[in-house]
């Protein structure tokens, strides 16, 4: 599935697949995702790592159900080049009644590029616990 671009800054960031059921998501590394070494911009990685939170709450058909960030890590590991295709297999820690709590491990062609851990405000509180 092909989360639909947000308006405003989403854009700019382009498109994202997303395998809900496998709780991934991916992109290619496009020219606008590169730095001036022509990798991906760690910057890129971190806006990709806070989408973490579709993949472990189908959100991204319901754009109403805006979870905002209270807290994002990304940790690089190594760079992704341009053409790539970067994964993020996302899993849910944790879900309190205010509170969700994600990691993921992102790569790059398969190979190990960064991993992020997130803390959203369960403003939806469309999650089931289970």
Known sequence: MLIEEPPGFGTAFGAVGMNRAAQK????VGRQHLNPVSVCHGGA???FADMQILAVTGDADAPDAHRPTISLTVDFLAPAPFG?????????LKLT????FTQALITANGELVARSHAIYRNAARKISAT
């Not at 998501?25 to 290619?28: A, H, S, T, V």
């Not at 790539?84 to 849910?92: F, M, N, S």
């Not at 009644?97 to 969700?100: E, G, K, T, W």
């Open 25 to 28: 998501l991916g992109f290619y």
């Open 97 to 100: 009644r205010n509170l969700v």
């Open 45 to 47: 990685i971190s806006t």
């Open 84 to 92: 790539a295709w970067v994964e993020a297999a996302v899993t849910r």
